[in-house]
């Protein structure tokens, strides 16, 4: 900064440039010999009469001055300032004031002021105290304090002897400047208002370079907040990181530096500038919170930048980032910035802190408000609903953090955003349907398994109840569970109608079981059942032994036939023709079912065991007592081996190879 200058001061009062001592101006030795001979021509030339009348006045003057002193009203006796004689010599310069000499006699004339002004209420016939030379002598020796400092000397450089004597100076030079500005009116302060005001200034602006100086030049070496960008978890400050001796979490600045923080910004609200000291700690702080969004990994997007032109897979990522950083301000940065408010500015911090909150906050929601604009799909309800949590449960709960006025303010953008996310997780349910209805494909899935939209769906349903307590408030608790309801009636009917894509009967029911058994396991978890109830789930498990009853009728029904005794006997006795029929209608039966189904999926393996254990229960014993009834009839050898192709064991091994989705080709017989 640059040195102040001074022609502001009278000319008797200047300053030398050499030593910055006070000195007195002088006359040319010519000017002073005039002087001398006009004085004394003067003095010649007077009447008696004027010199009687000279004297009365000056013995009348001095009277006056004497009652004024020994009134007990009267300031304390000073050596004022009085405006320059022309008819007398100037003195020589003396040596500089001691300031705490200076700084007493300041004190008293302040406090005479103070009691003038408290007096003049009650007696008007007080008189007003002339200014005395230490005014001068104060506003000398602060300035050259001032002028000392401002080129090349920051704040943290100075001793801290120097530092306490120049804020004192500067409240003392501020207390004196309220005081005689009561007076403004007085001609005889005027030129004193004029001097004391312009050094006031050159302090304030001082001031106001180191104050930014101390905000901006400590903040990021004793940043104390993590950086989360590349952590998943949430990471909470420890208030033990940083603290004054009176325990106030501080931002990071050190005890000293707030200390000098909170001196600074009272001498200058002192000195009448409070505002400007306000208006420099919003800045530093401002900028410092949203160095700190970047820092954490949020970027500064325009609401047209999100909605138009930013692709999913990027939003999401910016999405999980933007709930971290909001968490972590609304939890931490806030919570600290407010007790650095209130620590640097213990009236009105409130106010403050909320403009610089503000700045940072309104960023973060506009972002907020940005993705509830976005074009409306199925894969962006979660992240829809994690946005709408934040905004709902991280928001400060009471006033104790915010001003009420901003807080209601934040809590009103907040609801209209969530509304906004609410009204968009309504929709996409509805486009959910909507998809459901539409998906036609006439496509078969291989070996009657799980269709692709079953476990979309499904997985969908179940992630989606994770969070049934926000989409209660979203759609109402009775509403959610209509609307899951219907979405599961929707899946149901597009199944049945891709099961009738199959022309095997026993298929379409395997398709029909898989795809309704994996509707029923996610439905039996504790969040979906939860909400939905028991009724659409016994529903569902009615149909699925439906299917499996069709099943075993379609398939293994048929295959039974072929062991009934009817038709065999003729008049008691076996005809054998039919017999070997019989065998041979069952071989190939059973080998085509084998084939044809080993390649068949049941990918449940509960689903998987319990039909291969029914169509156990249903053949084995049959087919046992079948062949320990007529197979003695064959010859032993090669007959017998012709027509009885399998045990009773191999017919159990080869079911339990159905449903592997692998064709298993036919071992051997056992002998």
């Known amino acids: 900064m640059d040195s102040k200058d001074h022609t502001h001061l009278p000319e008797k009062f200047t300053v030398d440039s050499e030593d910055d001592k006070p000195t007195a101006s002088k006359k040319s030795q010519d ?39 020994s009134s007990p009203k009267s300031p304390p006796d000073y050596d004022y300032i009085t405006a320059p004689d022309a008819n007398e010599p100037n003195p020589e310069p003396s040596s500089p004031p001691d300031l705490t000499q200076v700084s007493e006699e300041i004190d008293n004339f302040i406090s005479s002021l103070l009691k003038f002004s ?20 104060f506003v000398v020796l602060v300035e050259a304090k001032v002028r000392d400092y401002e080129p ?58 180191e104050f930014k100086s101390l905000l901006e030049d400590h903040q990021e070496a004793n940043d104390p907040s993590p950086n989360l960008q590349n952590q998943d978890a949430d990471i909470e400050l ?11 979490v501080v931002c990071g600045y050190s005890d000293q530096v707030l200390s000098d923080l909170i001196r600074i910004s009272k001498a200058m609200v002192s000195g009448g500038h409070e505002s400007e000291c306000r208006h420099v700690y919003f800045v530093a702080r401002r900028n410092f919170l949203e160095e700190r969004l970047h820092k954490l990994g949020f970027g500064k997007h325009s609401i047209d930048d999100v909605v138009h032109k930013m692709k999913w897979e990027t939003l999401e990522r ?5 709930i971290r950083i909001f968490r972590q301000f609304t939890s931490t940065e806030f919570p600290l910035e407010r007790k650095l408010s209130d620590a640097v500015f213990s009236e ?44 709902r449960d991280d928001l400060p709960p009471d006033d104790t953090l915010f001003p009420d006025e ?3 303010q934040i809590k009103t953008e907040a609801s209209t955003i969530r509304s906004r996310l609410g009204e968009a997780m309504i929709l996409i349910f509805a486009e959910l349907e909507s998809s459901i209805k539409s998906d036609t494909g006439k496509s078969q899935v291989p070996g009657g398994a799980v269709h692709p939209l079953t476990k979309y769906t499904m997985n969908y349903l179940e992630y989606a109840c994770e969070y049934k307590n926000t989409l209660g408030q979203v759609f109402g608790e009775s509403g959610l569970q209509t609307q899951v309801t219907k979405v599961l009636d929707l899946l149901d009917s597009n199944m049945e109608g891709k099961a009738r894509l199959y022309k095997d009967a026993s298929l379409k029911s395997i398709f029909m079981m898989n795809n309704g058994r994996y509707m029923l396991k996610k439905i039996k978890g504790k969040e979906v059942n939860g909400l939905i109830g028991d009724g659409w789930y016994r529903r569902k498990s009615s149909d699925m032994r439906q299917y499996h009853k069709g099943y075993q009728r379609e398939t293994w029904g048929k295959l039974l036939g072929c062991l009934t005794p009817e038709g065999l006997t003729v008049n008691g006795k076996v005809v054998k023709p039919v017999l070997k ?74 079911i339990d190879e159905l449903f592997d989705g692998t064709v298993t080709p036919m071992g051997r017989k056992k002998q």
């Open 31 to 69: 000017e002073e010999e005039e002087d001398d001979h006009n004085k004394n021509t003067t003095d010649e030339n007077e009447d008696p009469k004027n010199d009687h009348n000279k004297s009365s006045n000056a013995r009348d003057q001095e009277d006056s001055k004497v009652d004024i002193v």
């Open 348 to 391: 009105a911090s409130e106010d403050l802190f909320g403009s610089v909150a503000h700045e940072v906050l309104a960023q973060l929601l506009n972002f907020a408000q940005a993705v509830a604009l976005t074009k409306r799909a199925a894969e962006k309800l979660f992240k829809f609903i994690d946005v709408y949590e934040a905004l």
């Open 581 to 654: 029929e019989r065998f041979k209608s069952f071989n190939v039966m059973f080998d085509e079912i084998h084939k044809t189904q080993s390649g068949w999926v049941v990918g449940d393996e509960q689903l998987q065991s319990e039909l291969r254990v029914s169509i156990s229960n249903m053949v084995i014993p049959a087919y046992r007592s079948f062949l320990g009834r007529y197979s003695q009839i064959f010859t032993p050898g090669r007959q017998m081996e012709k027509y009885v192709k399998y045990q009773a064991e191999d017919i159990e091994t080869h």
């Open 118 to 137: 408290q007096l003049q209420e009650h007696d008007e016939d007080n008189q007003l105290p002339d200014v005395p030379i230490c005014v001068e002598q």
């Open 238 to 248: 420890k208030e033990e990181t940083i603290k004054t001796s009176n325990n106030i």
């Open 152 to 209: 090349c000397a920051k704040w943290s450089q100075l001793a801290k002897e120097d530092s306490d004597s120049f804020i004192e100076s500067v409240n003392r030079l501020s207390s004196l400047s309220n005081e005689l500005m009561k007076f403004s009116t007085e001609d005889k302060y005027t030129c004193s208002i004029n001097i004391v005001g312009g050094v006031l200034q050159c302090a304030m602006l001082y001031l106001e370079e």
């Open 318 to 322: 910016e999405i999980e980032s933007w």
């Open 406 to 408: 901003m807080l209601n």
